[in-house]
């Protein structure tokens, strides 16, 4: 005869892989990676030789904007995934995404030091100068909104 599994009262609650908050989430994440790819390779003359003045004309009258909107959708999208309803806000996706938050920021800020005197040839580097320590550090700061759901 077998034993019975006994449930570990320690072990997290699995929940569903897809939830409507982590849909949600992937949703923001990519939408503000696709607003970055499309302002740089539209509006972006060094990118990619332009062959009208780009379309929709609000994205150019914004400019350096555009970066805030499209790193703010992905940190945001980050921060909405930090919840014990989605994988990463449950288990050991907490720890992956804090660690991988961490990591990313200080490899977006050893990158910006590392090639500060050409960032002509890093796309996204050359148009944010010095706003490069501020997107490393926002990935330090959703680090730490994962650390908050870590048990």
């Known amino acids: 005869m077998s034993k019975p599994k006994v449930k570990d009262p320690l072990a997290p609650p699995r929940g569903p892989v897809l ?18 790819a499309y302002y740089y390779i ?20 914004l400019g350096d ?25 449950r288990g050991r996706g907490v720890v992956v995404g804090m660690l991988a938050c961490f990591l990313l920021g200080l490899l977006w ?19 944010l100068g010095q706003k490069n320590l501020v997107v490393g550090i926002a990935f330090m700061a959703v680090g730490f909104t994962f650390a908050t759901r870590w048990e």
Do not use: E, Q
Request: proline fraction near 7%; include cysteine.
């Open 19 to 36: 939830s409507k908050r982590f849909i949600v989430a992937l949703l923001l994440m990519v939408l503000g990676i696709a607003w970055i």
């Open 109 to 127: 800020i050893c990158t910006y030091y590392i090639f500060s005197d050409d960032l002509s040839s890093i796309w996204v580097f050359n148009d």
């Open 42 to 61: 539209v509006f972006d003359p060094m990118a990619i030789p332009p062959t009208d003045d780009g379309s929709p004309a609000f994205m150019g009258d």
């Open 65 to 89: 904007w555009n970066y805030l909107i499209g790193f703010g959708l992905f940190f945001v999208g980050l921060i909405v995934s930090a919840h014990p309803s989605t994988p990463l806000g």
